[in-house]
Structure formats: structure tokens, C-alpha cells
């Protein structure tokens, strides 16, 4: 049995009035729960197939919400805060695909999470002249806190903030950015640079990857996600990859590639290494999430920052590159000064 989890704390999601976890394959058969807004009851009825399922009370933050997530659980905390969104998406794929398309908020994504992990976030601006890019990384460790972002031609690299407390440099000491022409690859690992001598070679973004599987970091097996934003001419497109085990299985890799071409002016994609924090660490799960971008660099920079766990966030990378001309402005944050 598939059981969902609470995106806020992590903990398994009930039914209403219900002591047992509601089975994900049977999430929709689910007749009376307890909406989000207000404790309103809403009626759910329909197999488990979003677009046949009906509202059947006044509309509420929840019902106008439920193509995206079923919001109306308890997770086994029970607390307000909680009844926000699940981890798992339980609709068909046509209405998932168009529910994720549509932008949420990077500020709340975001704030709403202690531990995704590591993050990398492509997209355009509103006024559609730039491309933007960022990536964090956070730390739960002694060793992935002791860390800063430094500049390395054109890209950066990690580097270790106090190098007598450096333990083991393999996995977070690494180039997060490379530049390869007209292509700025991200990733959250040493993948930058097969990427970069792949795509040096006439490979593509995807069969550069093929050498790479997910970190070797049991019990977590941490997700390889890796971003490239191809600028020519004025028109930008770009894609994102993770690789990742089989549900903690090690033997078995998943490999997905999500290519956007001619990006929409004002939208972006945000994937990250992990659903939440746990033990082990769950992998992210489903496509991209769909994320607003602002025009104002500085004012990006500072509301991915300031969304940032306090606790865990170690540094922050933001590029906007104009698409006119290739220049680009950078700005760093580091926890570590």
C-alpha cells in the first residue's frame, strides 16, 4: 500500500474520522472528509479519476485547489498548519500535467519545506529579455554546513568555509555551474562536469547523463538533478534531469528529462533533491514544479534566500544572462562569512 505524506511535517495522511492511512489507490473513494478551510465539510464523489470527481457543497480554497492535490486529509499530527497540501498527486495524468503547469508561489514552496535539499530553478523573466538560474544547497551535517560558494571563471565551485573541519570532500565539494559556450549547465554534483566534456564531445544534455547514476549515499541514495540553459540568437530554452533510485531500491535507476523550449515570459521550473526532511530522505517526486520568476534580480535573490530554512540553508547562486547579448550578472549568499 502507497501511503501519502503531509508536504508540511512529513507524517502520513488520514481520512476524516479515520485511524488508518488512506491507501493512495483509494484516495478518491473517500465519501466524507474534512476540508482545508474553515473545518466545511465537502463531499467527494467519483472513482479515482479527478476529472470525474464532482463538488458537491459551496466552493472552497480546497475545492478550488483539488486539481492539484487532495487537501482535504488529516495528517497524523492533526494540526492546522498541516492540512495544506500531500506529497503524492492522486489525479490522472492529463489533469496533473495541466495543475502542475500552472505557477505557484516560490516564496511559500519553499518556506513550507525545512529540508528539499539541494535546488535548481530555470526560468525567464516577465519582461522576457533575461534568463534566470539558481541553485541552492542546505545541510543537515556538520561537513555539508562547512561549506560557501565561491566564483570560478565563469562559473563557481563549493568550497570548504573552515578547511580544518572538512571531513569527507567527496559529494560536496564539486563545480555546481560551468559555462560551455552559449550553455550554462547547473547541477548539485561532480555531473557538471560530465556534462560539460559530454556536450564538449557533440552529446547531448541527456546522453551525457547516461554514465551517471544517483549519489552512492545509503539509505538516502540522494537524487542527481541536473539544469542547461541554451541561449541563441535571442531565443533561450532549456531542460532538467534527475536521476534517482527506485524508491531507495540501489540496483535500480529512474531517469526522467524535462525539456522546455521558448519558455514562457514570467514562469520558471524548481526541482529539488527531496520531498522533505525524514530518514531516510525521500526523493522528489513528479515533474518540475511550475514557479513565477521575478524581474528584479536582487529581489529574487532575496525572497529564495529568505524562504530558506534558517536552520539548514548554507548558500545561494542567481544568474539572470541577457538574452540579447549572453552577458549576465551573479549574485552569491552564503550563511558562512
Not at 236 to 242: D, P, Q
Amino acid at each position: 500500500m502507497i501511503v501519502p505524506c503531509c508536504r508540511a511535517c512529513g507524517q502520513k495522511v488520514f481520512s476524516s474520522g479515520s485511524a488508518q492511512p488512506v491507501p493512495k489507490a483509494v484516495l478518491f473513494r473517500q465519501k466524507d472528509m474534512i476540508c482545508a478551510t474553515g473545518g466545511k465539510r465537502t463531499l467527494v464523489r467519483g472513482r479515482n479519476n479527478l476529472q470525474e470527481t464532482q463538488i458537491t457543497e459551496q466552493p472552497t480554497a480546497w475545492a478550488h485547489a483539488v486539481s492539484l492535490y487532495a487537501q482535504a486529509l488529516f495528517c497524523a499530527c492533526r494540526s492546522p498548519a498541516c492540512h495544506v497540501t500531500v506529497n503524492s498527486t492522486f489525479v490522472s495524468d492529463h489533469t496533473e500535467s495541466e495543475a502542475i503547469m500552472k505557477p505557484i508561489s516560490l516564496e511559500q514552496e519553499l518556506s513550507s519545506n525545512t529540508y528539499p535539499g539541494r535546488g535548481i530553478i530555470i526560468g525567464r523573466t516577465p519582461d522576457g529579455t533575461r534568463a534566470a538560474a539558481a541553485y541552492f544547497i542546505m545541510g543537515r551535517s556538520r561537513n555539508s554546513r562547512n561549506r560557501i560558494f565561491v566564483e570560478d571563471g565563469d562559473g563557481i565551485r563549493t568550497q570548504a568555509f573552515d578547511p580544518s573541519r572538512l571531513e569527507d570532500p567527496s559529494l560536496i565539494i564539486y563545480a555546481p555551474v560551468r559555462v560551455l559556450g552559449n550553455k550554462t549547465i547547473v547541477t548539485n554534483g561532480d555531473q557538471t562536469d560530465t556534462i560539460y566534456e559530454g556536450m564538449d564531445r557533440q552529446m547531448t544534455f541527456e546522453q551525457s547523463l547516461r554514465s551517471r547514476t544517483f549519489e552512492p549515499d545509503a539509505p538516502n541514495y540522494t537524487p542527481r538533478i541536473s539544469g542547461i540553459l541554451h541561449i541563441e540568437g535571442g531565443s533561450f530554452n532549456y531542460a532538467m534531469s534527475i536521476l534517482k533510485s527506485n524508491d531507495g531500491e540501489p540496483d535500480s535507476c529512474r531517469r526522467y528529462t524535462f525539456a522546455y523550449e521558448n519558455p514562457k515570459a514570467g514562469e520558471g521550473h524548481f526541482i529539488h533533491t527531496y520531498l522533505h526532511d525524514g530518514e531516510p530522505l525521500p526523493s522528489f517526486e513528479g515533474e518540475p514544479r511550475c514557479v513565477r520568476i521575478s524581474n528584479d534580480m536582487d529581489a529574487f535573490t532575496d525572497q529564495i534566500w529568505n524562504s530558506l530554512n534558517e536552520e539548514n540553508k548554507v548558500s545561494l547562486f542567481v544568474r539572470y544572462i541577457n538574452l540579447a547579448d549572453g552577458t549576465w550578472r551573479t549574485n552569491l549568499v552564503n550563511k558562512n562569512q
